[in-house]
């Protein structure tokens, strides 16, 4: 897991409003961590002896964000007494060593970059995972010094997103390699069939499958003008004729329906479900099309707060860029995605090249 890949704790300011007690952050510390080892295991019997994926950009290897994500926690907490006093950052708040000594030269992604990752001596997988559970349960002991100061607190809550973010990037990784989660496999639910886009206002609900492949029919994937000209490129490089993970009929092999991967498996494709695995730049031209745009993410929040039967959280949303972004500038998502629930929605800067993850989009009337 890569910073550059899941959310901080900044991008979901609810996080620790979510959880507002030590008793509850306790509870779902466990929860998370019981998933946790559950998809390590699942990964790495899907990629066989080795445990090392195909490098791809956004990927890494499970090994490598296991020890992260106890390296962080680590860090974050037992490693720094001067938080849970409910003190900032202040010199000297890492003093404290880590009893893996090499794990600040391992699993610090400020000193290791994301190339290196594949080409480290790690430990084997059990020592890492005794590590994270060691780490574990020093935080947990610590929980009731931290009742006593809600900043404290916090950092444990910041834990808890990190080790969710993480099941997110693992699950992604699953569908990416063609990897089964077991039962951490799940789909969005499907779009009531009078979510219809609106003509003078934000969709009340994510575009459809349906709706994408409408694009993909009349030709969009080879329309020059429904392009950006970063979109355009990044399509050309890329030679899609369609979205990733998704296969055209093919009645020579029996296939009459659309297909669509999903962890590792062709399964029909169900139109009514939120489209996923979209990049910026096919949301945009998808947009251009249909003679829409994707709504900014204040135009977003302000219609999940305000229109009747709004609905989000199935798949992350792309918005339009910033002032500033230009047309091929640091893409942003809103809302949450169904592998993750969210209570609040939440907020998240992306490469808008990326279509590996659970990320779709909704549309706005143009200008």
């Given amino acids: 897991m890569d910073t550059a890949d899941t959310p901080d704790t900044a991008d979901r300011p609810d996080t620790a409003d979510r959880v507002a007690t030590a008793d509850a952050l306790a509870t779902a ?9 559950r998809l390590f295991a699942r990964l790495r019997a899907g990629l066989g002896p080795d445990s090392l994926p195909r490098y791809l950009p956004e990927l890494s290897p499970p090994l490598w964000d296991l020890g992260h994500l106890a390296w962080r926690e680590s860090r ?6 001067l938080w849970l006093a409910g003190r900032h950052d202040e010199a000297g708040a890492h003093a404290a060593e880590t009893d893996l000594p090499p794990a600040d030269t391992w699993f610090d992604d400020r000193r290791v970059n994301h190339p290196a990752r594949w080409h480290q001596m790690l430990p084997p997988a059990a020592s890492v995972l005794g590590w994270a559970e060691r780490t574990r349960a020093r935080s947990l002991a610590l ?34 390699l063609g990897i089964d989660p077991g039962a951490d496999a799940g789909d969005p639910s499907a779009v009531p069939a009078d979510a219809a886009p609106l003509p003078d206002g934000v969709d009340v609900a994510p575009v459809t499958w349906a709706q994408v492949l409408a694009f993909v029919q009349a030709g969009g994937y080879a329309e020059r003008a429904h392009w950006s000209a970063d979109g355009w490129a990044w399509r050309k490089r890329l030679q899609l004729q369609r979205p990733r993970h ?36 096919e949301a945009e031209a998808w947009c251009r099309w249909a003679g829409r745009r994707l709504p900014t993410a204040d135009e977003w929040r302000h219609a999940a ?12 949303e792309w918005v339009a ?20 629930p969210l209570d609040t929605p939440a907020t998240r800067a992306q490469d808008p090249e990326r279509h590996d993850g659970f990320w779709g989009f909704r549309s706005a009337p143009a200008a």
Avoid: K
Wanted: net charge neutral.
């Fill in 246 to 281: 998704l296969a055209a009929p093919d009645e020579a092999m029996g296939e009459p329906g659309w297909r669509r991967a999903r962890f590792g498996q062709w399964v029909p494709l169900d139109e009514a479900l939120p489209a996923m695995h979209l990049s910026r730049h």
């Fill in 76 to 81: 974050c907490l037992g490693r720094n007494p």
């Fill in 321 to 340: 860029p910033g002032e500033g972004d230009g047309d091929g500038g640091t893409g942003q998502l809103v809302g949450g995605c169904f592998v993750q």
């Fill in 305 to 316: 707060a305000h229109t009747a039967g709004f609905t989000w959280g199935q798949v992350w």
């Fill in 143 to 176: 929980l009731p010094t931290a009742r006593r100061h809600p900043a404290a607190l916090a950092r444990f809550a910041q834990v808890l997103q990190a080790e969710q973010a993480l099941h997110e990037h693992w699950l992604g990784m699953a569908q990416t």
């Fill in 29 to 37: 510390l466990a929860g998370a961590r019981v998933r946790t080892l």
